[in-house]
C-alpha cells in the first residue's frame, strides 16, 4: 500500500520559514522523483520542487528558487523541504508526491498541473501579511 506521512505544516507570517517532511513507503522510493505540488482551492496543481534520490536531482519551480531547499534522506524514505522567505502567493494546501521521471521535469518544475503517480494527503501552509 502506497503511503505517505506528511508533516511540517501551519500558520506563518510572511518572511517566516517552514519545513515540511514526508515519509514514503509502499513503492519503490529510488525509482521516482518525490517532492510537492500545491494547490489552492479552484485552482490547478502546481508543482513545487522534487528530487530523484538515487542522484540528488533536484527540480524547482521558478517562484520558489533560492527560497525553497528540497533533501532526501534515503535511509528514511523521507524527503525534506526547508522554505525560507515565505510569501502570502505561498499560500496552499501541499501536498507530497511521486513522478515518474519522464513527467519530473515538466510537471513538479510547475510547467504542466498534475502528471504525479502517488500523492499524500496534504498539509495546510499559511503565510499571512
Known amino acids: 500500500e502506497v503511503q505517505f506521512v506528511e508533516s511540517g505544516g501551519g500558520l506563518v507570517q510572511a518572511g517566516g520559514s517552514l519545513r515540511l517532511s514526508c515519509a514514503a513507503s509502499?513503492?519503490?522510493?529510488?525509482?521516482?522523483?518525490i517532492g510537492w505540488f500545491r494547490q489552492v482551492p479552484g485552482e490547478e496543481r502546481e508543482g513545487v520542487s522534487c528530487?530523484?534520490?538515487?542522484?540528488?536531482?533536484?527540480y524547482y519551480r521558478d517562484s520558489v528558487k533560492g527560497r525553497f531547499t528540497i533533501s532526501s534522506d534515503n535511509a528514511k524514505n523521507t524527503v525534506y523541504l526547508q522554505m525560507n522567505n515565505l510569501k502570502p502567493e505561498d499560500t496552499a494546501v501541499y501536498y507530497c508526491?511521486?513522478?515518474?521521471?519522464?513527467?519530473?521535469?515538466?510537471?513538479?518544475?510547475?510547467?504542466?498541473?498534475?502528471?504525479?503517480?502517488?500523492w499524500g494527503q496534504g498539509t495546510q501552509v499559511t503565510v499571512s501579511s
Open positions: 509502499g513503492f519503490n522510493f529510488d525509482d521516482y522523483y
Open positions: 528530487v530523484l534520490s538515487s542522484n540528488g536531482d533536484t
Open positions: 508526491a511521486a513522478w515518474a521521471p519522464f513527467r519530473a521535469y515538466y510537471y513538479c518544475s510547475g510547467y504542466g498541473s498534475g502528471g504525479a503517480t502517488h
